[in-house]
């Protein structure tokens, strides 16, 4: 089935505890994007990457990091994380702009 | 400035009734648009999408959508919704296609409420 992987669903962790949420996609797709989703708020970009190694910012990109290594694979660092980033994270991929995207089922992300 | 205004944040309706979602943007150059729908606890699904030609798109689950170049809208309709239709709806839109690679916006979402 043709999907995007994203893990965990949901984790809890505490302020300055580094974390990864993984996201692969196997439709070998080459954009890949992730996501923020805050109340009142839509959904806004965090970082994209059009290819491997190709990585750039979204409109809030401070606090996170992301490595685009391998086609399938595109991981959210938050090397410290805090309470404002406390949030519903969705991972997405498709082939092109023109496309439009697929998403993950998305990560609850609560730091306190 | 916010690069996509969805007009409503919520939209009760009754059931069989007509609805329209209404999504503006903010760009004077060629765009493609997209509505997605989140059902609660889930991840977002594409409705529909305009590229070019027709401006009249045809989606999923009986969803249309109108691109208006002169008014930069592209209001989302269905003629008879059902309970199912119980769902946040997100318009989005890449501004500037061709340059802007990979960077699609999204309005903030119009809760759409079914009743029976």
């Known amino acids: 089935e043709a999907q995007v992987t994203q893990n965990p669903r949901y984790l809890i962790t505490v302020t300055g505890k580094k974390l990864t949420v993984t996201c692969s996609q196997n439709?070998?797709?080459?954009?890949m994007s992730w996501y923020r989703q805050d109340p009142g708020l839509g959904l806004r970009q965090i970082y994209y990457?059009?290819?491997?190694?190709?990585?750039d910012k979204g409109d809030v990109p401070e606090g996170y990091k992301v490595s685009r290594k391998e086609k399938r694979n595109f991981p959210l660092i938050l090397e410290s994380p805090s309470p404002n980033q406390t949030s519903l994270y969705f991972c997405?991929?498709?082939?092109?702009?023109?496309?439009?995207?697929?998403f993950g089922s998305g990560t609850r992300l609560t730091v306190v | 400035a916010q690069s996509v205004t969805q007009l409503d944040s919520q939209v009760p309706v009754f059931e069989e009734a007509p609805v329209e979602l209404r999504c503006n943007y903010s760009?004077?150059?060629?765009?493609?648009l997209f509505w997605y729908v989140q059902y609660p606890n889930q991840g977002l699904q594409l409705l529909l999408k305009y590229l070019s030609g027709s401006t009249l798109v045809k989606g999923i689950n009986g969803f249309e959508a109108e691109f208006n170049k002169s008014q930069t809208s592209f209001h989302l309709r269905k003629p008879s919704v059902h309970i199912s239709d119980t769902a946040e709806y997100f318009c989005?839109?890449?501004?500037?296609?061709?340059?802007?690679?990979?960077?699609?916006?999204f309005g903030r979402g119009t809760q759409l409420t079914v009743w029976p």
């Open positions: 997405a991929s498709s082939f092109g702009d023109n496309y439009g995207y697929t």
């Open positions: 760009s004077s150059v060629s765009v493609y």
């Open positions: 439709m070998n797709h080459e954009y």
């Open positions: 989005a839109v890449i501004l500037d296609r061709g340059s802007t690679l990979g960077r699609l916006y």
């Open positions: 990457s059009m290819n491997v190694e190709v990585t």
